[in-house]
């Protein structure tokens, strides 16, 4: 009996205040969804680190004879004894250094070309115009510092390059999504906890007859809650389901379409969206559980 009058008070409270209520709904969902969507944003961008920052390489470029501006290239073109002695400098770093691989400006011509078929300076450079490079894999791509400061400067180098700046940049746009969606987050949980305060109140109010001829027979405290306290975590719950919808839109989104666009980037799967849900109707219920509590506490005097 208890159980059965509680769900028919969260259907009268509904009713009565349904334009607030999908209020709630609406501001919760906004606010989950962006929850949600941060965490996955820094998942997506934890996975991507791992697996770029793990083919990265570091080029150790040589002087070549266009670069006689260049103050350490004033000798003229790396010879052969120069390139050799950086390799073997390398070999001494097998802590360090996971592989080097040698590119001739040949090679680094041909790798342009196939890069860049239309570009017009293809016309106007050779490969003499390339630089050869050592490229070098390291199994700590932080650890760029130590390549740079052994080799920077060296008789026939003309620069030592990180390919982790390019990244970097990317990872930054990331981040910077995140912490936008976070922000914006905590507004619309802001707004939604205003709702659902209101939406309280002004059920509480409209029923505060009836509540306090339920506290002079002697009903409990939690029994005169408990329906108010049901009807905005039903409202939560309502919320947390629509934001789920879209957590879901959105990966199938990715998935069936940007995926397609953007090849170079693996997406994180499925399972990281539904990890993500069950935390979102966690807090939302939670949240709006603890606010009608707190709510009602002036309603239980008589």
Not at 177 to 195: P, R
Request: hydrophobic share 50%; aromatic share 10%; proline share 3%.
């Amino acid at each position: 009996m208890r159980a059965q009058f509680v769900l028919s008070e969260i259907g009268v409270g509904l009713r009565r205040n349904l334009t607030m209520t999908i209020a709630v709904v609406v501001s919760v969902a906004l606010s989950l969804a962006l929850a949600g969507a941060s965490l996955l944003v820094r998942d997506q961008v934890n996975s991507m680190k791992d697996y770029w920052y793990d083919k990265v390489e570091v080029s150790i470029y040589f002087c070549i004879k266009a670069d006689h501006n260049v103050p350490q290239c004033a000798a003229g073109a790396a010879t052969d004894d120069q390139v050799a002695q950086v390799k073997a400098d390398l070999d001494k770093m097998t802590p360090l250094v996971q592989s080097s691989t040698y590119e001739s400006s040949q090679e680094a011509y041909k790798h342009f070309k196939d890069s860049n078929p239309d570009n017009p300076l293809l016309a106007a450079v050779g490969p003499d115009a390339m630089p050869q490079s050592w490229r070098v894999k390291l199994n700590d791509p932080t650890k760029f510092d130590v390549i740079q400061s052994a080799f920077a400067g060296k008789p026939g180098v003309k620069s030592v390059d990180d390919q982790r700046k390019i990244l970097e940049n990317l990872f930054g746009l990331l981040r910077g999504l995140q912490t936008a969606a976070f922000v914006i987050m905590v507004m619309m949980l802001f707004v939604a906890l205003l709702l659902i305060v209101n939406t309280v109140r002004v059920s509480a109010f409209s029923r505060r007859r009836e509540t306090g001829i339920m506290r002079l027979v002697g009903a409990s405290n939690f029994y005169v809650q408990m329906p108010f306290i049901a009807e905005a975590a039903f409202a939560a719950l309502l919320g947390s389901a629509l934001a789920s919808a879209l957590l879901l839109g959105g990966h199938f989104f990715v998935q069936h379409w940007l995926a397609k666009k953007v090849q170079f980037i693996t997406f994180i799967g499925l399972s990281s969206v539904l990890s993500v849900i069950p935390l979102l109707v966690v807090v939302g219920m939670g949240m709006a559980a603890v606010a009608a509590f707190f709510t009602l506490r002036k309603y239980l005097k008589v």
